[in-house]
């Protein structure tokens, strides 16, 4: 069994010890508190981790009025603890903090056991919770870099679909292929993989950019649809026409050309002026030939239709940034 340490658990342990400590020395009543709520804060990424604070800060801060009303006006007793969350938790979830919940119950049940509320209370819970939550952002402003990952990503998946179009054209000018066809199933799992990656990425960026690596692999993604649909158009064909080694050919060359720096447009005007030969060759002469080459005008139009993603879901500034291309 493979043992691991994330560097997520790694920061909930340093935040955790670190914010009890700081707590501890400020003199803080119920300072092991202060980890609990680093616990809770640290996430996955800056973004959630920014709202979460926020949510839980919220939640405990709102925590004590409610107590000292609740408390002070009833009675220190577990039957209004319960009273007191019917109307707290909606007032929550209405202001949007419902990740407070937990977190807030802490400093519920600190005053609940304290039996009376106070300034010296309030000012006490506030510290706990300041130190607590200031740690968790602190130690959450690291975020290991995952540009290499995502690099790795689009390389493998731009192989891939190399393979998969040097695959359709030897089934195209040969047909005949022992391809086991690998690379799709593949290809799916790192499309997915790759999304969640870049949008994790995007999570850890404090201002506001353009999340260039998610659209690219949505790109790549609405491609594959394509090659999917297309690969049983390729695989239905029973005999080689000349325009089937038309399409080998353009196929070919999109093969090789897809890596950084290259435009979808150029292969746009060259599927026109394919298609535009089509219509201008003789008409076919047995019905084995006509459904063939119907067949590889459906397949003209995929790779037309492939090529207008990337205009229609353009990635902006996507060369002068992270170098990220489609073709």
């Given at each position: 069994m493979k043992f691991s340490i994330?560097?997520?658990?790694?920061?909930?342990?340093?935040?955790?010890?670190?914010?009890?400590?700081?707590?501890q020395q400020?003199?803080?009543?119920n300072f092991a508190s202060a980890g609990i709520l680093t616990i809770l804060?640290?996430?996955?990424?800056?973004?959630?981790?920014?709202?979460?604070?926020?949510?839980?800060?919220?939640?405990?801060?709102?925590?004590?009025p409610f107590s000292a009303v609740f408390f002070e006006g009833i009675a220190y007793h577990s039957i209004v603890i319960g009273i007191m969350l019917l109307f707290f938790i909606p007032i929550l979830v209405m202001l949007k903090a419902k990740d407070g919940v937990v977190t807030s119950s802490v400093i519920i049940l600190h005053i609940y056991m304290a039996h009376h509320f106070s300034w010296s209370i309030f000012l006490n819970e506030l510290g706990?919770?300041?130190?607590?939550?200031?740690?968790?952002?602190?130690?959450?402003?690291y975020m290991p870099s995952v540009d290499k990952k995502l690099?790795?990503?689009?390389?493998?998946?731009?192989?891939?679909?190399k393979i998969i179009f040097c695959e359709m054209v030897r089934y195209l000018r040969t047909g005949e292929s022992s391809w086991d066809g690998l690379e799709i199933t593949e290809s799916a799992e790192l499309l997915e993989e790759a999304k969640m990656l870049a949008y994790r990425d995007f999570e850890n960026r404090i201002r506001r950019e353009e999340n260039l690596y998610f659209e690219y692999?949505?790109?790549?993604?609405?491609?594959?649809e394509i090659i999917e649909r297309v690969l049983p158009i390729v695989t239905s064909l029973t005999s080689t026409v000349k325009q089937g080694n038309m399409v080998a050919d353009f196929l070919e060359e999109l093969s090789e050309n897809i890596h950084p720096?290259?435009?979808?447009?150029?292969?746009?005007d060259k599927l026109k002026g394919?298609?535009?030969?089509?219509?201008?060759?003789?008409?076919?002469?047995?019905?084995?030939?006509?459904?063939?080459?119907?067949a590889l005008l459906q397949l003209v139009n995929e790779m037309n239709e492939y090529l207008i993603i990337k205009s229609s879901l353009y990635v902006k500034k996507m060369n002068e940034t992270k170098k990220v291309e489609v073709n």
């Open positions: 994330g560097y997520r658990t790694i920061k909930t342990a340093v935040g955790t010890a670190v914010s009890i400590l700081i707590a400020l003199g803080l009543h804060c640290v996430q996955v990424t800056k973004r959630r981790s920014l709202r979460t604070a926020w949510d839980r800060f919220l939640a405990c801060v709102l925590a004590m706990v919770i300041t130190v607590g939550i200031g740690v968790a952002l602190l130690i959450n402003l690099k790795d990503f689009q390389v493998k998946i731009e192989e891939n679909f692999f949505k790109i790549r993604e609405k491609q594959f720096g290259n435009t979808a447009y150029i292969y746009i394919m298609k535009k030969e089509f219509e201008e060759m003789e008409l076919p002469k047995t019905r084995q030939e006509f459904e063939v080459r119907a």
